[in-house]
């Protein structure tokens, strides 16, 4: 197996566990919205009559934010992970048309390095 290859590989094995990461975030998640609901049942318990309605109210604007802050922030995780994947692989256009050369490209030529060849890809040094 290649260099380049197992760079491949390794990049999508770590690319998967990020993605695993998430679904673990998102289990926490639920974990946490039974928290909050187990927290409003004992708040609507112990609080006075008068005070309960506003704490419900309170904790429920929490519950909402935090639960749309966490959305976003998986989303913009996960958005990240492939971006990042992309990029290291060569597939992010950008990078491609700026010249960039990709993990599998880099590796290829720390390989031709180690074997005194010449370098397969072409290194920008701009």
């Given at each position: 197996m290649s260099d380049s290859s197992r760079d491949i590989a390794a990049l999508k094995k770590y690319t998967r566990e990020a993605h695993e990461t998430i679904q673990d975030l998102k289990s926490v998640v639920r974990e946490a919205r039974q928290?909050?609901?187990?927290?409003?049942?004992?708040?609507?318990?112990?609080?006075?009559?008068?005070?309960?309605?506003?704490?419900?109210?309170?904790?429920?604007?929490?519950?909402?934010?935090?639960?749309?802050?966490?959305?976003e922030s998986e989303g913009r995780i996960e958005g990240r992970f492939d971006q990042m994947a992309a990029v290291m692989l060569g597939e992010d256009r950008k990078s491609?048309?700026?010249?960039?050369?990709?993990?599998?490209?880099?590796?290829?030529?720390?390989?031709?390095?180690?074997?005194?060849?010449?370098?397969?890809?072409?290194?920008d040094a701009t």
């Open positions: 928290v909050v609901i187990e927290i409003q049942k004992a708040a609507a318990v112990s609080v006075d009559e008068r005070l309960q309605p506003i704490l419900i109210a309170q904790i429920n604007a929490i519950q909402e934010a935090t639960l749309v802050a966490i959305a491609v048309r700026e010249g960039r050369l990709s993990l599998p490209q880099m590796a290829e030529n720390i390989g031709a390095l180690r074997r005194g060849e010449e370098l397969p890809h072409d290194i």
